[in-house]
Nanobody, 122 residues
Framework: QVQLVESGGGLVQPGGSLRLSCAAS????????MGWVRQAPGKGLEWVSS????????GYADSVKGRFTISRDNTKNTLYLQMNSLTPDDTAVYYC???????????????RGQGTQVTVSS
């Protein structure tokens, strides 16, 4: 079955960087758009970024644009999120998500991993 396993979270100081990874299995990774969403304490899910099956046409939430970069390695069935210039507002559980199609625009994700905690604090 579909499995999405996130890793790379942790505690980082403001201004620091982290790279999240999502190891995918149980489906043909290269055929589907993928993305990241997050949930801050006491808040709902927030879309962060998404990319097509081939890694093109990435999209970013305004809150992370210019600081975060999404990428994927279809030979390793892995999705990444490079996060730079982190602020306390980026503190959240970050989830890897799978879309039902090769493109993500106008679609809702259909699967979500268990998440990895990112805490930005001095």
């Amino acid at each position: 079955q579909v499995q999405l396993v996130e890793s790379g979270g942790g505690l980082v100081q403001p201004g620091g960087s982290l790279r999240l990874s999502c190891a995918a299995s149980g489906f043909s990774f290269r055929h589907y758009a993928m993305g990241w969403v997050r949930q801050a304490p006491g808040k709902g899910l927030e879309w962060v970024s998404s990319t097509t099956n081939g890694g093109s046409s990435p999209g970013y939430a305004d809150s992370v644009k210019g600081r975060f970069t999404i990428s994927r390695d279809n030979t390793k069935n892995t999705l990444y999120l490079q996060m730079n210039s982190l602020t306390p507002d980026d503190t959240a559980v970050y989830y890897c998500v799978k879309y039902p199609d090769p493109v993500w625009s106008g679609r809702r994700h259909e699967r979500r991993g268990q998440g990895t905690q990112v805490t930005v604090s001095s």
